[in-house]
């Protein structure tokens, strides 16, 4: 899940140049412990196979799929929920797994 902090709305409500409370509406959702999370897959940020807001993109895209945290093996379900929210979480998925050298066994071939 993308996580999206008060400053981080506040900085791309005003690149949109769209009020607080429209950009929560149109583009947020309230998780657990009222965090503020984003609300679409695709992402609506994604435009042209390119982020829209790249350099005011939000901290959990910017540091995806955070493997400087702990229990990265407990959080792997939710990373690969974001293969279809955009084209460079979907990269960054693909990259780590060249570097992990994922590979499917025999038993998981077609
Ligand atoms: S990096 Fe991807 S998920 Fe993040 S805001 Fe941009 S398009 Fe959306």
């Known amino acids: 899940m993308i996580v999206v902090t008060d400053e981080e709305a506040n900085t791309v409500s005003k690149k ?7 950009f929560d509406q149109a583009y947020l959702e309230k998780g657990g ?3 503020m999370l984003m609300n ?11 982020c829209s807001i790249y350099d005011q993109r939000f901290e959990g ?19 690969f929920m974001h293969y279809s929210r955009c084209p460079i979480l979907f990269n960054v998925i693909e990259q ?7 590979e499917l066994n025999d038993s998981q071939h077609d």
């Open 16 to 22: 949109l140049q769209i009020t607080r409370k429209s």
């Open 33 to 35: 412990f009222e965090l």
């Open 40 to 50: 679409s897959m695709p992402c609506s940020f994604l435009m042209d196979d390119s």
């Open 61 to 79: 895209c910017r540091e995806f799929p955070a493997l400087h945290l702990n229990d990265f093996k407990k959080r792997l379900f939710s990373h």
């Open 96 to 102: 780590l797994k060249i570097e992990l050298r994922f």
